[in-house]
C-alpha cells in the first residue's frame, strides 16, 4: 500500500529535543481528543509544510512542528499533557 | 547506562569517518567516531546534518547499528536513488572526512538484554540496522534472552550483514534467524519466499503466550503490515513497538 | 561559520528566476506525495461535493452529478511552500465559476474543506473568473488518492497548499477564517510570486 506516508515520532526525536531540552520519544502524552495515552514515539507523524502529529488511537492532531524562517515552533493544543519519563 | 549521560548529549557534534564497509553493491557501514560520546542502547538513532558551502542543509536519521562502544557510533546506509543525503554518506564520504550529527535519540525505540524477551525482531532491508544493535548487544552481553528474527529482503543481493549473520545462527544458542526474499531468491534458495504476511507471522513468531517484545523496523509498508498482524494474532499491542522509515528519508 | 560537509550539494539548485519559477522554487520531474493526515478512502457511492455556506441555496453534487458538469482540461504548473515547482501538470476539471454559476451569494471568501478535516482558506475572487478548478483526472487517468482523489480543488496561481485535496465542500463566508496551515503561521494569501510563504511575508 502507497498511502501510509507517516513515520513514527521517533522521526521527530531531534526537534523534540530542541524543544523540550531532552529526549521525549519515551514521553507519554495524553490525547485532547480521546485521552489515550501514548509514547510520542508511538504517534504518527505526517510530513508536509509541517509536521502534523496524530494520536495512534483516534487519528487526531496531537502536536504539529513548523520551522519558519529557521525558528522552530512546536503546537501543543491536542495534548491535554506530556509526562517525560523520570 | 545512567539517563544523565543520555541527556547531555543534545548538542550537534563534528564526528570523524573512521572506517567504512561496502555490506552490498548500495549499502556502506560507517563508523563514526563522536567526541564527548555519552554511549547509547540498542535502537537509538542520530541526527545526521549536511551543509552545503552556500548554506543549504539536509538532514536525515540513522539508526545505530552497533551496541555502544566508547565514542565509536557505526550506521549503515542504503543509497536511495533519488536521496540527497544517503549517495553523499555511501558515495562521497572517506575515512578521515567530518560529518555533523546530534544524538542518541528515540528512547521509544530501545532493547537491552535487562529488558528481557523472548525478542521478536523484524525487519525490511536497511530496517535491519537497529535490530542489529540489538542482536550484538544480545550476543556480547552473552544474554540468554532467545531471539527470533525474521528478515524480509527484495533479493539475494540485498542481505546486509549476510556472512555474520550467518555465523550467528549456525553458532549460537536461543537465536533463529529466518530470510525470506520478495523478488527473487538467490541461486539454489531452498528457504522462504514472499512477504511477512500474517500466515508467515503465525508460523515463525513468538506467541503471544510467550509475551514476547518486538521490534519492527523497515519501509512504513512493511512496518504497517507485520505490527498489524502481530496485534490480529493476539499479541500486546504495548509491546511491538514499530520504526518506520518514510519516503521522505533519502 | 558553522561546520561545512564536503564535496556536499544540494540535489535540486533553485532555477533562475523567470517567469515560469517563482523565487525560491526548484523544478522536479517526480510529484512528491504530502499530507497532514492519512489519505482518506471515499467510495465513489458515498462522495458528495457541497457548496454551503452564505449561499441562497446550499447545494449537493454527486460523483455523476458532478462529472456530468461542463469540465476543462488545463495545463498548469504548480508551487508548493516546501520549495518545489511541477511544470506543465495536466488536469481535468470542472471551472469553479460552472459550481457557482447562478449562485447568489454576497461572500468575500471561502474555505475549502477536505474529507479527512483538511482545510484551508481564500478570497472568493481567486476562486473565480477561470483561476481554479475542482479536478479529477490528472495525466489523463483517474485522479488517484495520494494525490487528492477522487476530486481535489487546483488553484495554480497559490501555493498548493491552497489546493485542497479530497475536497468535500466549498463553504461562502462573509469573512475570513483561517484554514489548517494558515491557523499554523503560514501566509493567509500564499502567492508563490511574492514569495508569500509565512504570515508576515
Known amino acids: 500500500m502507497t498511502d501510509a506516508i507517516h513515520v513514527d515520532g521517533n522521526a521527530l526525536g531531534g526537534l523534540l529535543i530542541e524543544v523540550f531540552g531532552r529526549e521525549m520519544t519515551d514521553a507519554r502524552g495524553c490525547c485532547a481528543s480521546c485521552g489515550t495515552v501514548n509514547p510520542l514515539g508511538a504517534m504518527r507523524v505526517y510530513r508536509s509544510a509541517g509536521d502534523v502529529i496524530r494520536c495512534p488511537t483516534c487519528g487526531n492532531v496531537t502536536i504539529v512542528a513548523v520551522v519558519i524562517r529557521e525558528r522552530t515552533r512546536v503546537h501543543l493544543g491536542g495534548v491535554r499533557w506530556i509526562e517525560p519519563v523520570a | 547506562m545512567a539517563r544523565a549521560a543520555v541527556l547531555r548529549r543534545l548538542t550537534w557534534a563534528i564526528a570523524e569517518v573512521v572506517h567504512l564497509v561496502d555490506e552490498t553493491p548500495r549499502v556502506r557501514s560507517l563508523t563514526l567516531d563522536v567526541p564527548d560520546w555519552p554511549g547509547h542502547l540498542p535502537g537509538h ?147 522462504r519466499t514472499g512477504r511477512l504476511d500474517r500466515e508467515a507471522l503465525a508460523e515463525l513468531a513468538w506467541t503471544p503466550s510467550e509475551r514476547p517484545l518486538a521490534y519492527v523496523c523497515g519501509p512504513t509498508g512493511l512496518v504497517e503490515a507485520v505490527a498489524s498482524a502481530l496485534v490480529d494474532l493476539g499479541h500486546d499491542p504495548g509491546r511491538v513497538l514499530a520504526e518506520r522509515f518514510g519516503p521522505t528519508g533519502g | 561559520m558553522s561546520f561545512i560537509s564536503r564535496g556536499f550539494q544540494r540535489r535540486q539548485a533553485p532555477a533562475a528566476p523567470s517567469d515560469r519559477v517563482p523565487p525560491g522554487q526548484y523544478v522536479t520531474r517526480d510529484f512528491p506525495v504530502l499530507s497532514a493526515g492519512p489519505t482518506p478512502r471515499i467510495g465513489l457511492d458515498d462522495w458528495r461535493l457541497e457548496l454551503v455556506g452564505e449561499v441562497d441555496q446550499p447545494l449537493s453534487w454527486s460523483w455523476q452529478e458532478f462529472t456530468a458538469l461542463p469540465a476543462e482540461e488545463i495545463t498548469v504548473d504548480v508551487h508548493c511552500v516546501t520549495k518545489w515547482s511541477k511544470l506543465d501538470t495536466a488536469w481535468t476539471g470542472v471551472p469553479v465559476d460552472a459550481l457557482l454559476d447562478g449562485v447568489e451569494t454576497s461572500a468575500g471568501f471561502a474555505v475549502a474543506h477536505s474529507y479527512g478535516g483538511y482545510t484551508t482558506n481564500l478570497p472568493l475572487d481567486d476562486l473565480t473568473g477561470g483561476k481554479a478548478w475542482v479536478a479529477y483526472r490528472y495525466d489523463g487517468e483517474p485522479l488517484e488518492p495520494e494525490h487528492g482523489g477522487p476530486a481535489r480543488l487546483l488553484v495554480p496561481h497559490l501555493y498548493f497548499w491552497k489546493s485542497a485535496k479530497w475536497l468535500r465542500a466549498l463553504e461562502l463566508r462573509a469573512d475570513d477564517a483561517p484554514g489548517f496551515w494558515e491557523g499554523y503561521g503560514y501566509h493567509n494569501y500564499g502567492d508563490p510570486w511574492r514569495e508569500q510563504r509565512y504570515s508576515g511575508d
Open chain 2, 45 to 191: 538513532h542520530i541526527d545526521v546534518r549536511l551543509t552545503a558551502e552556500d548554506g543549504y542543509q539536509a538532514g536525515r536519521q540513522y539508526s545505530i547499528a552497533t551496541p555502544t562502544d566508547g565514542t565509536r557510533v557505526t550506521i549503515t546506509v542504503e543509497r536511495l536513488d533519488d536521496g540527497e543525503v544517503s549517495p553523499y554518506l555511501t558515495d562521497v564520504l572517506e575515512v578521515g572526512d567530518s560529518v555533523e550529527l546530534r544524538g542518541p535519540i528515540g528512547g521509544y525505540f530501545v532493547w537491552e538484554p535487562s529488558r528481557g524477551g523472548p525478542l521478536q525482531l523484524v525487519a525490511g532491508g536497511s530496517g535491519i540496522a537497529p535490530l542489529m544493535a540489538m542482536l550484538r548487544a544480545r550476543l556480547q552481553a552473552r544474554s540468554d534472552v532467545p531471539v527470533r528474527m525474521l528478515l524480509s529482503w527484495r533479493s539475494g543481493e540485498d542481505v546486509i550483514y549476510a556472512d555474520e549473520l550467518n555465523a550467528v545462527a549456525r553458532d549460537a544458542t536461543g537465536i533463529e534467524i529466518t530470510h525470506t526474499f520478495t523478488r527473487s531468491a538467490p541461486d539454489g534458495w531452498t528457504g
